[in-house]
């Protein structure tokens, strides 16, 4: 599922979610909270990632790589259940970005769904505002 309208993508559930339930710039979320299917793992790659590196980190071929895109993917049994792609500008955030903490040394990382919990920071720049969200350990 490539995002085409903004307000139909995950990326935008999680942040009507933040909107809606954090009155104050930092809040705690779980991302099972604001899922309506089933999952054992989300994963979530950096707009550089290869189509060979996702590949092997879900161990199946993803068919719908776009090159240049954030990408969510969840699964559930080794079978992937639902995916997004998200427009990125590579010289930096675009607005309602949510951020989250991949180390600067990786591409990817992924969240067992007990694990997908997040402190969120909204933060403000030139352009709009954006979400980092702290994994919750």
């Keep these: 599922m490539l995002?085409?309208?903004?307000?139909?993508?995950?990326?935008?559930?999680?942040?009507?979610?933040?909107e809606s339930s954090c009155k104050q710039n930092?809040?705690?979320?779980?991302?099972?909270?604001?899922t309506d299917f089933t999952w054992d793992k989300m994963y979530v790659f950096k707009?550089?990632?290869t189509l060979k590196e996702v590949n092997k980190v879900l161990g199946v071929n993803f068919a719908n790589y776009t090159e240049f895109t954030r990408k969510i993917?969840?699964?559930?049994?080794?079978?992937?259940v639902y995916e997004e792609e998200e427009k990125t500008n590579i010289e930096?955030?675009?607005n309602n970005e949510v951020v989250f903490d991949i180390p600067?040394?990786?591409n990817y990382k992924f969240y067992n769904i007990e694990e997908a919990k997040f402190t969120v920071i909204q933060k403000?720049?030139?352009r709009g505002k954006y979400f980092e969200l702290m994994q919750i350990k």
């Design 124 to 126: 403000e720049f030139d």
């Design 3 to 18: 995002s085409g309208c903004k307000s139909n993508t995950f990326e935008s559930k999680i942040t009507n979610k933040i």
């Design 73 to 80: 993917i969840f699964t559930s049994g080794g079978k992937i």
């Design 104 to 106: 600067d040394t990786m």
């Design 92 to 94: 930096g955030l675009v």
């Design 26 to 34: 930092s809040c705690a979320i779980s991302i099972k909270d604001i």
């Design 47 to 49: 707009y550089n990632v």
